[in-house]
């Protein structure tokens, strides 16, 4: 019981926030109850306190071993309630029998806990010939920019697309009156004129050659060491393993150089994903500066999404998991839409279009009542809620 106890607290507390919205006139009251009472907040904190004093001693062998058992107590928890009836229809898993579940993401921010450009510009920094960093026999043909002026001139491109990227977001705002109801052409519109910029800033890099010079085998191992978002790598690891879920995944991406995430998730054993993301031009194993411009800009991502859902048949259900207003036409075009972090911008300009964003957990259980209640329900595209 003690490994599930924190387990219970978090579910219990969970669900008591739910009791005003579902009323108390059902079966699970009790249990409810009991679990999320802080009297049993209380006793599993001061379990979790007591094992802490207690491990203290232990060795690195036995902490294994106590991983293990807790390990185990999970997994035979999740097992009882898995093998209890279920006597209601339900909304979830998504992937019922005929379904094919089509899962996109994007890649930085969403999966990533930094944004792959500056690990470009970390690599081309440390393998300049000034620095210290570099090793002469990496060294190649193509002439690489250096030390200082590489520096400059990335701190310019930061500068200037900040200083840009702000001034569209204000003229957007600005400029489109607030509605309340949501408006997609509005909102399709406005990305547009994003796209340019972004467009715009991508020519800015490739004519300042400082991504030229790069080695591949430096950017493949930036990727197998790149910092994932917790859980991210398990999410996609658990659905590429799971042999009942009939879904493929999409990465589709802004990143200058699909190497890097390639190299990314097949340092997690998944080699299997589609990826829509930009490449860089080689010469032999190095680059030349230039970008094979794929997926650039919000009506890019639009794009490839809209491609992909074509190819299957009505049964489909898509989910689209993004971090920014690159990703927003996606999300609402999605049935589910689901945005990972917390962007200040794309909620100013969701909000502004007349978006709405609801937690995940709430929305879940407003579309199981719906379900129950034989109101119908349905994952909606361009409902303009995203979760």
């Given at each position: 019981?003690?490994?599930?106890?924190r387990?219970?607290?978090?579910i219990?507390?969970?669900?008591?926030?739910?009791?005003?919205?579902?009323g108390?006139?059902?079966p699970?009251?009790?249990?409810?109850?009991?679990?999320?009472?802080?009297?049993?907040?209380?006793?599993?904190?001061?379990?979790?306190?007591?094992?802490?004093?207690?491990?203290?001693?232990?060795?690195?062998?036995?902490?294994?071993?106590?991983?293990?058992?807790?390990?185990?107590?999970?997994?035979?928890?999740?097992?009882?309630?898995?093998?209890?009836?279920?006597?209601?229809?339900?909304?979830?898993?998504?992937s019922?029998?005929?379904?094919?579940?089509?899962?996109?993401s994007d890649?930085d921010?969403?999966?990533?806990?930094?944004?792959?450009c500056?690990?470009?510009?970390?690599?081309?920094?440390?393998t300049?010939?000034?620095?210290?960093?570099?090793?002469?026999e990496?060294?190649?043909?193509?002439?690489?920019?250096?030390?200082?002026?590489?520096?400059?001139?990335?701190?310019?491109?930061?500068?200037?697309?900040?200083?840009?990227y702000?001034l569209?977001?204000?003229?957007?705002?600005?400029n489109?009156?607030?509605?309340?109801?949501?408006?997609?052409?509005?909102?399709?519109k406005?990305l547009?004129?994003?796209?340019?910029?972004?467009?715009r800033?991508?020519?800015?890099?490739?004519?300042?050659?400082?991504?030229?010079?790069l080695?591949?085998?430096?950017?493949?191992?930036?990727?197998q060491?790149?910092?994932?978002?917790?859980?991210?790598m398990?999410?996609?690891?658990?659905?590429v393993k799971?042999?009942?879920l009939?879904?493929?995944?999409?990465?589709?991406s802004?990143?200058?150089?699909?190497?890097?995430?390639?190299s990314?998730?097949?340092?997690?054993?998944?080699?299997?994903?589609?990826?829509?993301?930009?490449?860089?031009?080689?010469?032999g194993h190095?680059?030349?500066?230039e970008?094979?411009?794929?997926v650039?800009?919000?009506?890019?991502?639009?794009q490839?999404?809209?491609?992909?859902?074509?190819?299957?048949?009505?049964?489909?259900?898509?989910?689209?998991?993004?971090?920014?207003?690159?990703?927003?036409?996606?999300?609402?075009?999605?049935?589910?839409?689901?945005?990972v972090?917390?962007?200040?911008?794309?909620?100013?300009?969701?909000g502004?279009?007349?978006v709405?964003f609801?937690?995940?957990?709430?929305?879940l259980?407003?579309?199981?009542?719906?379900?129950v209640e034989?109101s119908?329900f349905?994952w909606?595209?361009?409902?303009?809620?995203v979760?």
């Amino acid at each position: 019981m003690v490994p599930c106890m924190r387990l219970y607290a978090f579910i219990g507390k969970k669900l008591e926030s739910l009791v005003d919205i579902i009323g108390n006139c059902h079966p699970y009251k009790k249990w409810i109850d009991n679990y999320s009472c802080e009297a049993f907040q209380a006793a599993a904190l001061q379990s979790e306190n007591l094992l802490d004093k207690l491990s203290v001693t232990l060795t690195g062998e036995e902490l294994d071993i106590m991983q293990k058992l807790y390990h185990q107590a999970m997994k035979l928890e999740m097992e009882f309630f898995l093998a209890q009836p279920v006597d209601q229809p339900t909304v979830v898993p998504l992937s019922k029998k005929h379904n094919h579940v089509t899962i996109f993401s994007d890649f930085d921010l969403t999966c990533t806990v930094v944004d792959s450009c500056t690990v470009f510009a970390d690599i081309a920094m440390a393998t300049s010939p000034n620095s210290v960093h570099a090793h002469p026999e990496s060294q190649s043909q193509i002439t690489k920019m250096p030390l200082t002026k590489l520096k400059n001139t990335w701190e310019e491109l930061v500068k200037q697309y900040a200083e840009e990227y702000e001034l569209l977001m204000e003229s957007l705002l600005v400029n489109q009156k607030e509605v309340e109801k949501f408006d997609y052409e509005g909102l399709r519109k406005a990305l547009e004129q994003l796209s340019e910029f972004e467009k715009r800033a991508n020519v800015r890099v490739t004519e300042s050659k400082i991504l030229k010079g790069l080695n591949l085998d430096d950017i493949k191992h930036a990727g197998q060491h790149l910092v994932l978002q917790d859980g991210c790598m398990n999410f996609f690891q658990g659905v590429v393993k799971d042999q009942n879920l009939n879904a493929s995944i999409h990465v589709v991406s802004y990143c200058w150089c699909g190497d890097l995430i390639r190299s990314a998730f097949e340092s997690g054993g998944i080699t299997n994903l589609q990826l829509h993301a930009n490449e860089f031009v080689y010469e032999g194993h190095v680059s030349t500066g230039e970008i094979i411009k794929k997926v650039e800009t919000p009506l890019d991502k639009h794009q490839v999404f809209t491609n992909v859902i074509k190819e299957h048949e009505q049964t489909n259900i898509s989910i689209y998991i993004g971090d920014s207003i690159g990703d927003l036409l996606c999300l609402v075009e999605a049935d589910i839409g689901i945005v990972v972090g917390s962007s200040s911008s794309l909620r100013k300009l969701g909000g502004h279009y007349g978006v709405s964003f609801m937690p995940l957990w709430l929305g879940l259980v407003m579309k199981q009542r719906e379900h129950v209640e034989g109101s119908g329900f349905s994952w909606t595209q361009r409902s303009g809620v995203v979760y």
